[in-house]
């Protein structure tokens, strides 16, 4: 590695810690809190309405430096386009601005990191990364369609992983659909909305889950057809 290509990895590490500090010890994480959201409902609506160019940029630009610096907040902010903006154009934002951050968070986690983590992952856990590699879509969608793991989380494990970045992206945007349709509608009825559990019920969660596993299934039973039909193709069982 270059001297320069080091410099530029050490500066762009010394942004990245800065930006959390400085998010953290501002108190970001309480204004990206529901209670906070639910709390300046009033407030908020009243700025977007009178800000209808700058509300929406300002918007985008919290969500890129969230997805940028992995700090937590998406699943408020995801909430709040739909009760500032609407349904579609909450969507719309909630999309575009999603896709951009999780882009940059790809490309700059991968670029600082991946060296490091993917070269200790191929000694310790050799067959993991080979099942990455081999069954790595499936492995996306089920990352980024459950719930239960956070979204910048996500962004960071998908970085290290010898994924590659434009089928991340295509199957990021696909599996995580279901739930900004699901937080956008539920920002356009915040008032319905008292806790984030309500966001949550089990069928839902169920339901996701059940969507998160069907790919593994389908992929499953096609290799099995595969497997079954070879010997009749005049190839060995069990072989493709």
Not at 47 to 73: K, N, Q, R, S
Not at 168 to 188: E, K, N, Q
Not at 206 to 225: D, F, K, Q
């Amino acid at each position: 590695m270059s001297s320069q290509s080091k410099t530029l990895r050490s500066v762009l590490a010394v942004l990245l810690a800065a930006g959390i500090a400085a998010f953290f010890l501002a108190g970001g994480y309480r204004f990206l809190s529901f209670d906070h959201l639910v709390a300046h409902k009033d407030a908020l609506i009243a700025w977007t309405e009178a800000h209808t160019v700058l509300a929406p940029a300002a918007w985008a630009v919290a969500y890129l430096a969230l997805g940028l610096f992995g700090l937590p907040g998406s699943t408020v902010l995801n909430v709040s386009a739909g009760m500032l903006f609407d349904f579609r154009k909450g969507l719309l934002l909630v999309v575009s601005a999603s896709t951009l951050a999780s882009s940059l968070a790809f490309l700059s986690f991968r670029y600082l990191f991946r060296g490091f983590f993917e070269a200790r992952l191929r000694r310790r856990f050799p067959a993991m990364i080979e099942g990455l590699e081999r069954e790595g879509l499936y492995f996306i969608f089920a990352l980024r369609l459950l719930p239960v793991i956070p979204y910048s989380a996500a962004n960071f494990l998908l970085a290290i992983s010898p994924l590659r970045f434009w089928p991340c992206l295509a199957v990021s945007l696909l599996a995580l659909l279901p739930r900004y349709l699901l937080y956008v509608y539920a920002g356009t009825h915040l008032g319905d909305i008292q806790t984030p559990e309500d966001l949550w019920s089990p069928a839902l969660v169920g339901s996701l889950t059940a969507l998160a596993v069907l790919p593994w299934l389908a992929h499953w039973a096609v290799g099995r057809l595969r497997r079954g039909a070879s010997p009749a193709d005049g190839h060995p069982p069990g072989r493709d």
